[in-house]
């Protein structure tokens, strides 16, 4: 092209003035360069910017445990406190269990970073506010050190407060442990460069936090954004981020409920704007509602009072984080607080706890006080406003004890607490010598000798495990002090579970304290404290006899909790409580039907979720009363006596709505409606969890739109096949199906599944110039003639209705049906066309009346090579496959993928580990292989600029030039072996290799151990006018593995120092009966097809080896007649299975077979990872095998049952097991 590249090396945007690119540039110092394409009569460009660090000799050694950020801007002075200075940030992490800054960074980009804090704001060791940014500065998401992507972060930096180094990092993780958004966090070591030229060691800043920004966001505070035109409910109820701290520069806030408040989003300048008055106004006029009903005469009213404008469990949580971590600042500082759309205000996320857990401010220093004895107090937690009114509520007091110790069980207890402080401090340990060296002056080293403050003393060692262990012994001391002033919770003899008729449950409670207890799961405690109707008190032993939820709490009218100045205003004499549930029998009511993304009403009238349902059936054999069942994942929904069902007699359903309008207008002769539940089904699936009225455990399962995509929208609901299944089966695929008829079948039986033919797509020529036509080939898999008048051809699976096949259209058995664009492309208001650049084909059936009748086959394909056709392939394991074609065979069966010329063919995913880390990445490798007779260019020959590339999993673009000869092989490494030659040294050495060896890298990302796709991809011409998209460079698939760490790929070489290695180059490469798991062959042929026999058992070595057996020995349990694990089935069938001979619930049989009324019931032990057939014939010895069904791969192990229903049909019939799925 007449394209010309211009460049800057000052960091400025590139103009058509700038420096011509004519060649390479050498670089001498720390640089970033900006570069853009400039051509006559075009736009410019994109523009894109990279930054290369010079490192001075003292750093090139430097390693570390932690990852490393190296922050430099180009000599622009020192980092601005009130504005944003541009840098560049490049984020270094472990690889082999060390971290070295000679390694390629993960992550380089551009930031904007300015000084933050208050009260910290002027100490020589700087935290900043960061926002990464694009090449045009604008604000741009990336996933540092593996965190949620976001523009925004905050480089907290530990100071003299806290010589442990972890106070933020630990509260924040306790905070999301119990349920509470808090900023995620990453300790990391910092180098800051203000002036220019290398990074040396000079630069080092010490150990700093990497931390979350808290905004909104669907990974930060996820509630929906105010946008400025949501100025109406319900809308304009939510969106709202405020905070009690200290206003900023030119921020006035607003005054309310007695307290200045700063808003956060939107910000002051955006809120305060004309349009965004009626928000302006909602807020106020919503606070100031909160502030008449929080100091009214009805506060404690749960109805009026300041319960209907506060989540009071996030105020709680937030208060006791607070409270347990002593937060000198807490409530009136950084105190963040929300308000979500149509929602109540709830408090946090929490934020900043230099000042606590004993720091060095001292006035946490004493754990057994509720308020600091020095200084200036700092908050007074329980009579601060807001929280001074709500603490004198006794119900709003108890729940907050009731909160403490119900955690105090668990996630607040000593153990947890160690481990969560030991796991942050181990982090931490190595590098904080060279923190402690580098701030001396701020003494961030660990305190030493005996430290006495408020009457509480502590003797430090002066060594960080002695700042370890005093945050230990400050938290011990902590939770002693707060359990002292509760009392204690009564302890059962049986924590619940399942019980035999009869079980007797003793209940022990503190001295002096009375146990009260109900067994209808009520609280034996009233609102206001006094003791609940039907409350008993224990005095012996209880029989149960049915499903029973115990809860038990224990009374002392003496006990007292410390109150008056600086304390909380009320004390409790109830303790939390202690609560378990028995369980006789499960309930007898199942979900039999989901309806979770249904289609939308025509006229609009209705969002598409106000037709969800779902539908529940008792499958006993008498009446259920439904009363207390409730659902506590997913939907909202609880029976009461209020339901308009309460009793469901055997055999009946009852059906739970979204919107009970909007389903009779859809379904107006269905009538058992119990009632509507709040929420959602979620469209993508999600955990249904029914529970009794006892809370006793009844359906736990989740759902998946994956399962059939056609109920994913078109509506279409899932079904349950057999309702008197194990209950642990509701997650399985298989016990689900899809409806037979659009709309699902709510509060009846759903027909039996239509009987469709297979037709499939089976072949399509996607990019073409005359003669050639786009053109889609069917093909009849049946053995009949088949109609498929009415049915759908689509280039979007979500519109299916787009090519309708014409009356009369039929295909004939085991023929074919082409249609080319000359049909789908006819001008029509639904007409497509195929993008040569990549798209999709569907094939939907439908009926006469163009309703869609449930069945669709199709595939997503990439882009193509012109004049080469797409075709169905179909692996070792079952799988559809939709690739590019040796030939194309139009109108005739596939010939079969197109293999080469390069092929992947060998991968290294998880070498041995190294000492110090589980994920050896630098010994990882993909070896590419030319299958050719002839040298292959890995560039474009007319366009040398555009090189072949990986991707998938990992991220590569080959360098100019390069080519691979005939038989020739290349290795792809997670190394720079230009920049890194002491790695490229170690590895040679390691795999055998000399230095003709050809080895290029590093790649982005690394292979996952658990298994992933790896794509090898080459350019086709680029796209020219009239193309939409002139000069885009479509990739084509030039080869594709998608490997696995489980079966049936090789299971042997996951970190035992074996690769994967294709067994025929020239076969088709995705598919695992293809691979086998051998000893490296970097650079060099692979192993032998033939798998290594030495003992001549008829079982493989590595097979061998892999499941502990002695290759090398033929006889008793090491032999081929060998039974390990006692199952029945020898070792030589365990091989030809694919089952573990040591694993006595890993082996294939049918386990029984047996009658189910009309039906005949198949019941078989199914392995984790393993698809299975199901096949039968009606005699032993003729006929045909013919599938019944297939069975894929399950999460865990365990006892699978499949039904045939047209059993009864026949005196006689057998049935076999086949693994893998058959096709």
Do not use: C
């Not at 909104?216 to 981020?241: A, F, S």
């Not at 009218?557 to 006789?584: E, M, R, Y």
């Not at 065979?889 to 092929?903: F, I, K, M, W, Y």
């Not at 794509?1015 to 594709?1040: E, M």
């Amino acid at each position: 092209t007449n394209a010309e590249i211009r460049f800057t090396l000052d960091g400025s945007a590139p103009t058509d003035a700038s420096s011509l690119y004519g060649g390479p540039v050498s670089l001498t110092n720390t640089v970033q360069i900006r570069t853009r394409a400039f051509a006559p009569g075009l736009l410019p460009g994109a523009l894109h910017s990279e930054s290369y660090i010079l490192l001075n000799a003292n750093v090139i050694n430097f390693t570390s445990n932690l990852p490393v950020i190296v922050i430099h801007n180009f000599a622009g002075g020192g980092i601005p406190v009130s504005t944003d200075g541009f840098a560049n940030m490049s984020f270094y992490e472990p690889q082999s269990g060390k971290t070295s800054l000679t390694n390629a960074p993960t992550l380089s980009t551009r930031a904007g970073i300015h000084v933050r804090g208050s009260s910290t704001l002027g100490l020589p060791k700087q935290s900043w506010a960061v926002e990464f940014r694009d090449d045009f500065n604008d604000p741009k998401n990336a996933s540092p050190l593996g965190l949620p992507s976001d523009s925004d972060w905050v480089l907290y930096a530990p100071n003299n407060f806290e010589p442990v180094l972890i106070h933020n990092p630990f509260i924040y993780q306790l905070s999301n442990e119990i349920g509470r958004y808090a900023p995620r966090t990453r300790l990391v070591e910092v180098y800051i460069n203000t002036t220019g030229g290398a990074v040396s060691s000079a630069n080092y800043n010490g150990i700093y936090v990497l931390e979350e920004k808290i905004k909104q966001g669907k990974h930060r505070v996820d509630i929906d954004k105010l946008q400025p035109e949501n100025v109406n409910p319900p809308e304009v109820t939510g969106g709202y981020m405020m905070k009690i701290d200290r206003l900023g520069p030119g921020e006035s806030g607003f005054f309310a409920v007695g307290q200045l408040i700063d808003y956060v989003d939107p910000k002051e300048p955006e809120i305060t704007l004309p349009q965004r008055a009626p928000q302006q106004q909602y807020l106020q006029n919503y606070m100031d509602a909160f502030d008449a009903a929080l100091n009214g005469p009805a506060y404690t009213d749960p109805t009026n009072g300041y319960r209907a404008y506060v989540n009071v469990d996030s105020w709680i949580d937030h208060h006791l984080l607070n409270v347990l971590s002593f937060n000198v600042d807490a409530l009136r500082l950084s105190a963040f607080f929300y308000k979500e759309r149509n929602g109540k205000l709830f408090f946090g996320p929490i934020w900043d706890f230099d000042r606590s857990q004993g720091s060095t401010d001292g006035r946490d220093f004493n754990p057994r006080v509720w308020r600091s004895e020095s200084q200036d107090l700092g908050t007074d937690f329980f009579n601060y406003p807001w929280w001074s009114q709500m603490f004198t509520d006794i119900d709003f007091w108890q729940a907050w004890i009731d909160r403490y110790q119900s955690l105090r069980d668990n996630l607040f207890s000593t153990n947890h607490i160690y481990a969560d402080i030991d796991a942050l401090a181990n982090q931490a340990r190595q590098e904080e010598p060279r923190e402690a060296n580098r701030w001396s002056s701020l003494s961030t080293r660990p305190r030493s000798g005996t430290v006495s403050i408020s009457g509480y003393t502590y003797s430090f060692p002066g060594t960080y495990q002695g700042e370890v262990n005093f945050m230990k012994q400050w938290y011990t001391d902590r939770l002693n002090f707060m359990d002292t002033n509760f009392l204690a919770k009564p302890v059962l003899s049986n924590n619940g579970g399942p019980i035999s008729p009869g079980f007797t449950l003793s209940i022990s409670g503190p001295v002096g304290a009375t146990v009260y207890y109900a067994t209808d799961g009520t609280d034996p405690r009233s609102p206001g404290g006094n003791v609940a109707p039907g409350a008993q008190v224990y005095t012996s032993p209880i029989t149960l006899n049915d499903n029973t939820r115990v809860v038990a709490r224990a009374y002392d009218p003496n006990h007292q909790n410390l109150t008056g100045d600086n304390n909380p205003p009320l004390s409790s004499s109830w303790s939390g409580p202690t609560a378990a549930t028995f369980v006789v029998a499960t309930p007898p009511v199942v979900i039999t039907e989901i309806m979770y993304h249904p289609v939308p009403s025509p006229g609009g009238a209705n969002l598409a979720d106000d037709f969800e349902y779902l539908e529940l059936k008792n499958i006993g054999a008498g009446a259920l009363n439904l009363v207390g069942v409730r659902f506590t994942n997913g939907i909202d929904y609880t029976f009461t006596s209020a339901s308009s069902i309460t009793t469901l007699g055997a055999g009946q359903t009852a059906l739970l709505v979204k919107n009970r309008a909007a389903f009779s207008s859809r379904y107006p002769t269905v009538s058992n409606i119990a009632g509507e539940y709040a929420g959602s089904l979620d469209n993508a699936g999600e955990r249904l969890t029914l529970v009794g009225s006892a809370l006793e455990p009844i359906l736990d399962f989740r759902y998946d739109n994956s399962w059939y995509p056609i109920t994913d929208g078109f509506g279409f609901s899932l079904v349950i096949v057999n309702e008197n299944a194990p209950l642990n089966t509701w997650s399985n695929q298989f016990s689900w199906r899809p409806s037979s008829n659009v709309n699902g079948s709510p509060g009846f039986t759903d027909p039996a599944p239509r009987a469709l033919p297979p037709v499939w797509i089976n072949e399509a020529l996607t990019h073409t110039d005359l003669p050639q036509v786009d053109t889609v080939e069917l093909y009849n898999a049946a053995t009949n003639t088949v109609y498929i008048s009415g049915w759908f051809l689509t280039d979007d699976f979500n519109k299916p209705k787009k090519y309708r096949f014409p009356n009369n259209t039929t295909i004939p058995a085991g023929g074919f049906l082409m249609v080319d664009e000359k049909n789908f492309n006819n001008g029509s208001p639904t007409s497509f066309s195929l993008s040569s650049l990549g798209d999709e084909v569907w094939l939907f059936s439908g009926d006469a009346s163009t309703n869609l009748t449930g069945y669709f086959h199709g595939f997503k394909f990439g882009a193509a090579q012109n004049g080469v056709s797409f075709g169905r392939y179909v692996t070792s394991v079952g799988e559809e496959h939709f690739v590019a074609q040796t030939t194309n065979t139009l109108g005739a069966p596939n010939a079969g993928p197109r293999v080469g010329p390069v092929v992947l063919n060998e991968i290294m995913y998880e070498p041995a580990p190294l000492v110090g880390t589980n994920n050896n990445t630098l010994d990882e490798f993909i070896e590419l292989r030319n299958i050719s007779d002839q040298t292959v260019a890995l560039y474009d020959p007319n366009f040398p600029t555009n090189t072949w590339r990986m991707g998938g999993g990992i991220d590569y673009v080959f360098p100019p030039s390069l080519t691979l000869p005939p038989d020739g092989y290349l290795l792809v490494v997670n190394f720079d072996p230009v920049h890194q030659p002491g790695q490229l040294t170690a590895f040679q050495a390691k795999y055998g290799l000399d230095a003709a060896t050809m080895i290029v890298g590093p790649y982005g990302g690394s292979l996952d151990n658990s298994g992933e796709r790896v794509k090898l991809l080459k350019p086709d011409r680029p796209q020219t006018a009239p193309s939409p998209n002139p000069g885009f460079v479509p990739y084509i698939l030039v080869d594709q593995v998608t490997y696995a760490s489980t079966t049936p790929w090789p299971t042997n070489a996951t970190g035992s120092g074996l690769s994967l290695q294709r067994i025929a180059s020239a076969g088709y490469g995705d598919d695992p009966v293809n691979w086998q798991a051998a000893s490296p062959t970097a650079g060099r042929a692979n192993a032998g097809s033939g798998p290594l026999d030495s003992d001549g058992d008829g079982l493989p070595d590595a097979w061998e080896v892999a499941h502990g057996l002695d290759a090398r020995d033929a006889t008793g349990d090491n032999g081929a007649s060998g039974d390990p694990d006692g199952d029945g089935m020898t070792n030589l069938q365990e091989y030809l299975s694919g089952t573990d001979p040591r694993d006595a619930l890993s082996y294939l049989r049918i386990e029984s077979i047996g009658a189910a009324g009309a039906a005949t019931r198949i019941r078989f032990n199914a392995v984790a990872g393993k698809t299975y057939s199901i096949q039968y014939r009606d005699q032993v010895d003729l006929g045909r095998w013919t599938k019944l069904t297939d069975v894929p791969a399950q999460p865990s192990t365990g006892e699978i049952e499949m039904m045939d229903p047209d059993a009864a049909t026949n005196a006689t019939r057998f049935y076999r097991l086949v693994t893998p799925q058959l096709p």
